[in-house]
């Protein structure tokens, strides 16, 4: 099973800085934007709020807390689901 992080972002943010290299290499996450979501099969998400805009966060199972906490305290991220996937 998997869990996808909807990330809604500041506008004006970076993306690419959602997730450390850390992160991305312990849990292997994949970011992707809504296109790149729907292209791999994944639904349709939310659309971009206030300019923002939306990253996809595909992850374990068993790495959706460290990720859950990396949402929790980013500065980037203004809002975000979780959806279970599988």
């Not at 934007?33 to 292209?39: G, M």
């Not at 099969?41 to 939310?46: E, N, T």
């Not at 992850?59 to 809002?79: G, N």
């Amino acid at each position: 099973m998997m869990h996808i992080f909807e990330c809604h972002l500041v506008a004006g943010s970076d993306p690419s800085t959602l997730l450390s290299e850390e992160a991305l290499r312990e849990t292997q996450a994949q970011v992707m934007t809504p296109d790149e979501a729907r292209a791999v099969g994944f639904g349709k998400f939310s659309e971009a709020k206030d300019g923002g805009e939306v990253r996809l966060v595909a992850v374990a199972m068993r790495d959706a807390q460290w990720i859950h906490r990396v949402m929790e305290r980013s500065p980037i991220v203004t809002s975000y689901k979780v959806h279970e996937v599988g």
